[in-house]
């Protein structure tokens, strides 16, 4: 067994190692970025434009609730099939790192904005009722009390896009999106190397706890209730 270990963990497996690690976290954190630039005001939107709202809006509210409802219910590796020609438009390729971010991105986008919408739907409406009765306008209200109190629960949600795009990842291998999942299917099974199939795994699931925590620390530290 450990001749078996030293034969397939050569230096130059051990660099195709960190290189994927690398990969694999580039692939998490800048999806995660986009989904989150994009995401976010597109759940505040389908918050503030619901039924009582401070932007009521029955029509636009209908519209996002669909494209959110329907943005999640495709499955990832249909998405990454589908966004294929996007990605080759966007990105020059549609394969590699880089190109697997197109479509961890779009995957991602409406799960956010539904994580945010919901995170804002939990602020009690008392004290929003109270904000505009002293003069605030509507962007006070959602600047100065909706998002502080949102705050944590946002990075909740961030933490959990985020180990959730490190999963997708593993299945953007399939398509040569590179990362951990890609070598762990290229070497690990389909060449029989066990041990980086294993070690693969290992990391994956030390950098989902490493992120947890950390996000975890973020919220309580922005957690005042």
């Known amino acids: 067994m450990y001749q078996n270990f ?7 497996m051990w660099q195709m190692v960190a290189k994927s690690t690398w990969e694999t976290v580039y692939m998490g954190l800048a999806s995660t970025a986009i989904s989150v630039a994009v995401g ?25 609730d669909v494209v959110i409802n329907v943005g999640r219910s495709v499955p990832f590796i249909i998405l990454l099939i589908i966004l294929l020609p996007v990605t080759r438009f966007l990105v020059g390729t549609s394969l590699g790192t880089t190109a697997a971010i197109v479509p961890l991105a779009v995957a991602a986008i409406p799960f956010f904005a539904r ?11 008392g004290l929003t009722e109270a904000a505009k009765s002293m003069g605030a306008t509507r962007w006070q209200v959602v600047s100065k009390y909706y998002f502080p109190e949102s705050l944590p629960i946002l990075i ?13 990842s ?15 299917i290229s ?8 041990y980086v199939k294993w070690i693969a795994t290992i990391i994956i699931v030390a950098f989902v706890m490493i992120c947890q925590k950390l ?7 922005y957690d005042h209730r």
């Open 215 to 221: 996000g975890d620390m973020l919220a309580a530290k």
């Open 6 to 12: 030293m034969n397939e963990l050569t230096p130059q």
């Open 115 to 125: 994580l945010t919408a919901n995170a804002l739907a939990e602020i009690p409406t």
């Open 187 to 194: 070497y690990g099974e389909h060449r029989g190397m066990v």
């Open 40 to 64: 976010l005001p597109m759940g505040f939107l389908a918050f503030l434009t619901g039924k009582d709202r401070l932007l009521a809006n029955k029509p636009l509210f209908e519209l996002l």
């Open 156 to 168: 909740n949600a961030m933490t959990i896009t985020l180990i959730t795009l490190i999963s997708y």
């Open 170 to 184: 593993a299945m953007a291998g399939v398509v040569g999106g590179g990362g951990l999942g890609n070598l762990a």
